[in-house]
């Protein structure tokens, strides 16, 4: 059955305690509004170019990622394992891979109600 995914989500991973002042930052470098969720560890920057811009507070090394969304996270990620990408963790919903490049993105579900206009169907 075939499934649908695009890649339009940008993650800015922010190594930090206090994902405010990163969020301060990046409202100016790019020229939108972040909103933190109430755990402060996650934000989206509103009023950006076309796409979605996330930050998250994370432990590791600051890096940034894309995210594609599925909706059927589980055929994505096969389809990606049987191009070479491994599985790195399943957390909450979405799935950490990593490309044979040595590249993180994650597969998560639809973030926007236009998914299905942009979304491309995969065998």
């Known amino acids: 059955m075939a499934h649908k995914s695009r890649r339009r989500i940008i993650v800015i991973d922010c190594q930090t305690d206090d994902l405010a002042d990163a969020c301060k930052f990046w409202e100016g470098a790019l020229g ?6 109430d755990d402060g560890k996650y934000a989206v920057i509103e009023g950006t170019s ?9 432990d590791h090394a600051p890096r940034v990622h894309i995210d594609i969304e599925s909706d059927d996270q589980a055929a994505e990620v096969a389809r990606l394992e049987a191009l070479g990408a491994t599985v790195v963790a399943r957390i909450k919903r979405w799935t950490v891979m990593e490309a044979p490049t040595g590249h993180r993105f994650c597969i998560v579900n639809p973030q926007a109600d236009d998914f299905a206009d942009g979304a491309k169907d995969w065998p």
């Open 32 to 37: 939108g509004t972040a909103e933190l969720d």
């Open 50 to 58: 076309d796409g979605i811009v996330l930050l998250q507070a994370v």
